[in-house]
C-alpha cells in the first residue's frame, strides 16, 4: 500500500498558517507528500524547501489573480498537487490543519484494511475546530464537523473548491463519494492565529470569491451557544507554533448578540441533542 499527501500554501508565513507543521504531520504517514507552493512575497517557500525529508515534492505555482469565483483558485491549486500523486490512497491536508502522532498507526491500520474494497472511495475524517484560543473549539453545525479528506486514488474525481471531492462516475453528473469514517481527528487551527494575521487572510481570501467581508474586529464575537472547551491534547509538532502564533485565550464581547444565522445554529443544536441527530453539512455519502 502507498499513502500520498497533498496541499498547497501561498503566503503562509504572511498569514500565520502552520504550514510547516501541517506538511511534517502528513510526512509521518505518507509514502509522498506533494505541496503546491504559490509564488508570493515571504519565505513560505523557503521554510519548505528547509524540510529535509525526501518523500516530501514542491510544485512551484503561479495562482490566476482572474480567478474571482466561490474560491475556484483554491480548486485548482488543490487539484495541481493531487493530480501529481501515485499512491493508493491521496490525502488532503490543509496548511492550517495538522494530525496528532498518537493517530497515525490506526489510520494507516484503516487504510490498509479498505485497500481492496472499492465500495470504499473515501475516509471521512472528524474535526477539532479551534477557534480564538487553542483551549476551545467550535461545535455549531455551522461548522463542518466531518469532511472526507483521502480519496481512492484510481477514481475520476475533481474539487468543486478546496474542501471537497466530486466523484465523476460513468462521465456522468458527478456525487459525493461513498465513505467510511477514519475515527480520527483532524486538528483545525485556522481560527486561532493572531487577530491581525486572521485580518489579512480574510482580505486574501475574499478576493478570490469576489465580494468583500465585514471587518474582523477579534474573535470575541461569537455566539456563546456555539463554542465549547477543548479538553483533550495537541500534536507534539503544533505546540511551539502555538506559543507563538495562536491567540491563547478568548475574551467574548459580554455586548454581543448572535445573527440570525447564529441564532438558527442554536435551533439545530437543540433538534440534534432532542434527536440525537448530526446536522451539520456533508460532502459525501456514508456507507453501511
Given at each position: 500500500?502507498?499513502?500520498?499527501?497533498?496541499?498547497?500554501?501561498?503566503?503562509?508565513?504572511?498569514?500565520?498558517?502552520?504550514?510547516?507543521?501541517?506538511?511534517?504531520?502528513?510526512?509521518s504517514l505518507c509514502d509522498e507528500v506533494i505541496v503546491a507552493v504559490g509564488k508570493g512575497?515571504?519565505?513560505?517557500?523557503?521554510?519548505?524547501?528547509?524540510?529535509?525529508?525526501?518523500?516530501?515534492?514542491?510544485?512551484?505555482?503561479?495562482?490566476?489573480?482572474?480567478?474571482?469565483?466561490?474560491?475556484?483558485?483554491?480548486?485548482?491549486?488543490?487539484?495541481?498537487?493531487?493530480?501529481?500523486?501515485?499512491?493508493?490512497?491521496?490525502?488532503?491536508?490543509?496548511?492550517?490543519?495538522?494530525?496528532?502522532?498518537?493517530?497515525?498507526?490506526?489510520?494507516?491500520?484503516?487504510?490498509?484494511?479498505?485497500?481492496?474494497?472499492?465500495?470504499?472511495?473515501?475516509?471521512?475524517?472528524?474535526?477539532?475546530?479551534?477557534?480564538?484560543?487553542?483551549?476551545?473549539?467550535?461545535?455549531?453545525?455551522?461548522?463542518?464537523?466531518?469532511?472526507?479528506?483521502?480519496?481512492?486514488?484510481?477514481?475520476?474525481?475533481?474539487?468543486?473548491?478546496?474542501?471537497?471531492?466530486?466523484?465523476?462516475?460513468?462521465?456522468?453528473?458527478?456525487?459525493?463519494?461513498?465513505?467510511?469514517?477514519?475515527?480520527?481527528?483532524?486538528?483545525?487551527?485556522?481560527?486561532?492565529?493572531?487577530?491581525?494575521?486572521?485580518?489579512?487572510?480574510?482580505?486574501?481570501?475574499?478576493?478570490?470569491?469576489?465580494?468583500?467581508?465585514?471587518?474582523?474586529?477579534?474573535?470575541?464575537?461569537?455566539?456563546?451557544?456555539?463554542?465549547?472547551?477543548?479538553?483533550?491534547?495537541?500534536?507534539?509538532?503544533?505546540?511551539?507554533?502555538?506559543?507563538?502564533?495562536?491567540?491563547?485565550?478568548?475574551?467574548?464581547?459580554?455586548?454581543?448578540?448572535?445573527?440570525?444565522?447564529?441564532?438558527?445554529?442554536?435551533?439545530?443544536?437543540?433538534?440534534?441533542?432532542?434527536?440525537?441527530?448530526?446536522?451539520?453539512?456533508?460532502?459525501?455519502?456514508?456507507?453501511?
Amino acid at each position: 500500500m502507498k499513502i500520498s499527501g497533498f496541499s498547497f500554501v501561498r503566503h503562509g508565513t504572511l498569514l500565520g498558517y502552520p504550514y510547516v507543521e501541517s506538511l511534517t504531520s502528513l510526512l509521518s504517514l505518507c509514502d509522498e507528500v506533494i505541496v503546491a507552493v504559490g509564488k508570493g512575497q515571504d519565505d513560505t517557500l523557503q521554510r519548505i524547501r528547509a524540510i529535509t525529508d525526501p518523500k516530501l515534492r514542491i510544485i512551484e505555482t503561479t495562482w490566476n489573480e482572474a480567478m474571482h469565483d466561490r474560491g475556484y483558485v483554491y480548486a485548482q491549486q488543490k487539484m495541481i498537487a493531487q493530480f501529481n500523486c501515485t499512491g493508493d490512497w491521496a490525502f488532503y491536508l490543509e496548511a492550517d490543519e495538522v494530525l496528532h502522532e498518537q493517530d497515525i498507526a490506526p489510520l494507516k491500520q484503516t487504510l490498509q484494511s479498505y485497500l481492496n474494497n472499492p465500495n470504499i472511495e473515501a475516509l471521512v475524517f472528524d474535526y477539532y475546530h479551534f477557534y480564538g484560543s487553542p483551549h476551545t473549539i467550535a461545535i455549531s453545525p455551522g461548522w463542518y464537523r466531518r469532511a472526507p479528506r483521502i480519496i481512492r486514488n484510481n477514481i475520476r474525481n475533481y474539487s468543486p473548491d478546496g474542501l471537497f471531492f466530486i466523484v465523476m462516475a460513468h462521465n456522468k453528473k458527478g456525487r459525493y463519494p461513498y465513505a467510511t469514517l477514519a475515527n480520527v481527528p483532524i486538528y483545525h487551527y485556522g481560527h486561532v492565529r493572531a487577530v491581525q494575521q486572521m485580518q489579512q487572510k480574510i482580505q486574501q481570501v475574499s478576493t478570490y470569491w469576489g465580494h468583500q467581508p465585514p471587518p474582523f474586529t477579534g474573535y470575541g464575537n461569537i455566539d456563546p451557544q456555539a463554542i465549547d472547551k477543548f479538553n483533550g491534547t495537541h500534536p507534539a509538532v503544533v505546540q511551539k507554533w502555538l506559543i507563538y502564533h495562536a491567540e491563547q485565550q478568548l475574551h467574548l464581547n459580554p455586548d454581543y448578540r448572535p445573527t440570525r444565522r447564529e441564532r438558527k445554529h442554536r435551533w439545530m443544536m437543540q433538534l440534534e441533542r432532542l434527536f440525537h441527530l448530526e446536522l451539520s453539512k456533508k460532502h459525501y455519502y456514508l456507507t453501511k
